[in-house]
């Protein structure tokens, strides 16, 4: 069965909660340790209203690159990262990420960052 991985920040996506939090404007020197991340493509501004999550390898990636523990190291509150199984409908996928309309997703709960990286093998 295929799953696919969301990190949140309350009700907040990570990459929302990072913008929030470490800003770019006014800019955050955080953001000078921040690893690259322009392999993933910036769809979701696409989808207004929709929301991403990462797929096996999107996951794998994200982790490897340091992306994730820098994004985990910014925000102001505790990270969860909630598992999903495809969506019956998908509005935009790549190799990285889905994006979808979040009334589609049957959510289950999620683990603690911590809990997630021993309980997951990427």
Known sequence: MEHFYRFVVGSMGIYEAVDKDCPKHPYD?????????????????????AISFWTKKGLKKYIESGLCAWHVSV???????????????????????????????VRQKGLRYDEFLVNTPV
């Not at 020197?29 to 209203?49: C, E, I, L, Y």
């Not at 102001?76 to 969506?87: F, Q």
């Open 75 to 105: 925000v102001k509150g505790g990270v969860h990262v909630e598992k999903i199984t495809r969506p019956g409908s998908v509005l935009y996928e790549d190799e990285y990420q889905i994006i979808v309309d979040p009334k589609h997703v």
């Open 29 to 49: 020197t955080r953001r000078d340790a921040k690893p690259d991340g322009s392999w993933v493509p910036k769809k979701g501004p696409n989808f207004p209203g």
